[in-house]
């Protein structure tokens, strides 16, 4: 009879039918007295949501003093009603740190030696066994249940002290539930999620994991979901550090375990993408993850943020209307809409929306850093300032809250305030070239521009390592050309510009700094060419005009044309000689017409004018 009710009560679980379960678990309870089976009976309890009749049972059947599954399930319940403090009472403030596998000394060595997660051989499996892992004799005497259930344990420590802002306290919490499990995702996924460390700490923490510990029958079978399972964390981690480590994890979950398509994987891959300014390639898989599965909520974060920096107001339009119409419970729903308003320049429309997000999620990331970029919009540098230091002290691991705020501090020429947090954002991760691009400016403000030089091109150098697109670093070269224009290296300050011009940096600026640097080196035709570019981009740009002057008088100087013109004299004889040069080479089209060049005419030896600022056919 024991038998065929626990078959049948199995069979209500399976189905979702939980009345019939709970109807057959109580008369099986009933005839066993048994603690397994009262403990099933509170599962199924907690499983329908009535969290408070399965604390009542834990309690009046006295499971809670007796096993750690059933504290386990009582502090639970108590989770899910909001009652952290009495969450804490029942799990106790203390882990059993006593059940944490330290990795031996060989093991340490091994990894070392090697330098990256990878297997031995190219189909997944290690030529040569790590040492086993030096277990203590606590460890040992403890169930693999109850071990499981430990770690469990420091899981919901770890969301109590969350909810109550004590994210040093949460994150040991969660550390610790890893380092005795392993296996418990849910707690490496708050850590990860949350940005609770840096990358730094991340990797280090990968490192200090016992995956050997995953227990299988079968050996080899072992050595093998070791591997698979470091390889599957190595996916989540920051992808600003070691994007060779995530590339190899990567691949091969996707060659060796058919995993190319999984949601999961593709995600990581986009999260890579974004940091390297590759949108539209990010957005194309974050997109192929929705055509699948639309209601996946973690990929809508990332593929807002495609969306908002690739411009694309209609599709964002489209996807927050039908957010809002059939998930208006989900904070990316409001989210969505928050990128919407910002993307139109409705400020005001955004910051309602990112601070509703905020309020149906206190720890939802994105919503606080939208919050604070629509007052970054409006020029409020101060509640900019108050918003991203919220975000900075409820999502300590990532860099980007102290990175804008070193931003915001840069706009209201806070120059020293602009360091300090800068350099805590380059403490986080110092691999960022937007944190680089930001550093180099303070440097260079602050008139140290050998460090500034220094920092422009590491920056450069970290973007093309990345393979980044080379089109988001146009601003940071043109840095570098200005710190070494300010240093008086004339050669490489024009190489510099070139290269922003070459890259589609057509800025009346940029053609301002390439006329006076050629103004400077003595070559007051080129400069003279690059100054009118400059005035065909912004035909009101002041600067561009006087050095115009200056250029046009020097080249006069030099070269005799127009005796003592100056000003508009010499600049028409300029022209006429260029015309007449252009009317002969183009076989007496006598000028008719629009010339369509983007490219430059030579004149004379080797002097050289840009008509037109259209590309070229």
Not at 62 to 78: F, G, H, K, P
Request: hydrophobic letters at 40%; proline letters at 3%; charged letters at 25%.
């Amino acid at each position: 009879m024991q038998q065929l009710l626990k078959e049948w009560r199995q069979d209500a679980v399976v189905k979702h039918q939980y009345e019939s379960a709970i109807y057959i678990g109580d008369k099986l309870l009933a005839i066993t007295n048994d603690d397994n089976d009262a403990f099933f009976l509170a599962q199924i309890h907690f499983s329908t949501g009535n969290y408070t009749r399965a604390q009542s049972f834990l309690e009046k059947h006295q499971l809670v003093e007796r096993n750690t599954s059933s504290r386990y399930l009582a502090a639970n319940c108590q989770i899910r009603q909001g009652k952290y403090e009495e969450a804490l009472s029942i799990l106790g403030d203390t882990n059993p740190t006593h059940l944490i596998i330290s990795p031996s000394k060989t093991r340490r060595k091994l990894q070392h030696t090697n330098g990256t997660l990878r297997p031995a051989s190219k189909h997944g499996k290690s030529n040569v066994r790590p040492d086993r892992i030096e277990r203590s004799e606590e460890r040992d005497r403890e169930n693999l249940s109850d071990i499981k259930y430990e770690a469990g344990m420091c899981y919901l420590r770890g969301i109590c002290y969350a909810k109550q802002n004590a994210f040093d306290r949460a994150k040991e919490c969660y550390k610790d539930a890893v380092r005795i499990d392993v296996q418990c995702f849910e707690a490496f996924d708050q850590l990860m999620k949350n940005s609770l460390m840096s990358p730094d700490e991340e990797w280090n923490f990968l490192e200090s994991l016992d995956f050997d510990s995953i227990s299988t029958e079968d050996n080899d079978v072992a050595q093998e979901a070791a591997q698979f399972a470091k390889m599957l964390y190595t996916t989540r981690l920051s992808k600003y550090k070691n994007p060779t480590d995530f590339n190899h994890a990567s691949e091969t979950l996707s060659t060796h375990y058919n995993l190319a398509t999984n949601p999961d994987l593709l995600l990581s891959k986009a999260e890579l993408l974004f940091t390297q300014c590759r949108f539209k390639q990010a957005l194309a898989l974050t997109t192929s993850i929705l055509d699948t599965d639309e209601y996946n909520f973690s990929i809508y974060p990332l593929h807002l943020a495609c969306l908002h920096e690739l411009n694309q107001t209609n599709t964002l339009f489209l996807l927050s209307h039908r957010l809002a119409d059939l998930h208006p419970d989900e904070p990316a729903t409001w989210l969505a809409v928050g990128v919407y308003y910002l993307s139109i320049s409705q400020i005001a429309e955004a910051r309602r929306f990112f601070s509703k997000a905020s309020m149906m999620d206190p720890h939802f990331g994105p919503a606080w850093i939208g919050f604070a970029h629509t007052f970054a919009a409006e020029g409020e540098h101060d509640q900019a300032i108050s918003a991203y230091s919220t975000a900075a002290r409820f999502f300590q691991g990532t860099h980007l809250p102290q990175l804008f705020l070193g931003m915001q501090n840069l706009q209201l020429n806070n120059m020293t305030l602009a360091h300090e947090y800068l350099n805590a954002a380059h403490a986080l991760c110092s691999t960022d070239p937007l944190l680089l691009n930001e550093l180099g400016v303070v440097f260079y403000h602050l008139d140290h521009l050998a460090e500034a030089i220094n920092i422009f091109n590491r920056a450069l150098t970290i973007a093309a390592d990345i393979d980044s697109d080379p089109g988001a670093w146009i601003a940071t070269r043109a840095n570098l050309g200005h710190a070494y224009r300010r240093q008086r290296q004339w050669e490489a300050a024009l190489h510099e510009f070139e290269e922003v011009l070459r890259q589609g940096g057509r800025d009346a600026g940029i053609f301002c700094a390439k006329g006076l640097v050629l103004l400077e080196m003595g070559r007051s035709w080129e400069a003279v060419c690059a100054l009118h570019e400059a005035l065909a981009v912004g035909p009101q740009d002041p600067v561009a005009t006087d050095l115009l002057g200056r250029a046009l008088e020097e080249n006069a100087s030099l070269q005799g044309w127009g005796g003592g013109m100056e000003g508009e004299d010499a600049e028409e004889m300029v022209f006429e000689n260029v015309i007449g040069g252009r009317r002969e080479r183009k076989g007496g089209r006598g000028g008719k017409g629009k010339e369509r060049s983007g490219r430059v005419s030579e004149v004379g030896e080797d002097s050289m004018m840009v008509m037109s600022d259209e590309d070229e056919e």
